[in-house]
């Protein structure tokens, strides 16, 4: 017995399958086929689920977008804040290795210290 093999239509075990549905993979005949704006389906049901899927998709989709905006914001910041933080060891360095002046930071730590 060879029922359910990939090639004969889900309703119709004795019709051979043209296609299959693109959100539960079953195969379907012509005469089952529903034509969708996002691809063929078994049934208007897997239809309608997947243009919500698709929907939801590109929703989520715009709102990786906005998270990858802010997340290059956030390196952009952090290369900054690394920047600022090696700059300042840079100074503390030229100050007590080199007894070099520099601005504010000689002055602050002649205070301070
Ligand atoms: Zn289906
Ligand atoms: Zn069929």
Redesign the pocket.
């Known amino acids: 017995m060879v029922s359910g093999t990939a090639s004969s239509c ?1 309703n119709h075990p004795s019709v051979e399958a043209t296609g299959r ?6 195969p ?1 005949c012509d005469a089952c086929a ?1 034509k969708g704006a996002t691809g063929n ?3 208007a ?3 309608a ?2 243009e919500a899927f698709v929907k939801r998709a590109a929703t989520l989709d715009d709102m990786t977008r906005d998270t990858s905006f802010f997340a290059k914001l956030w390196m952009r910041i952090r290369k900054l804040l690394v920047f600022a933080l090696v700059a300042l060891v840079i100074a503390v360095a030229l100050h007590f290795l080199f007894h070099v002046n520099v601005p504010y930071l000689s002055d602050f730590i002649n205070e301070n210290l």
């Open positions: 889900v549905c693109k959100q539960c993979s079953k379907f529903v389906f078994c049934s049901h897997c239809q689920r997947h």
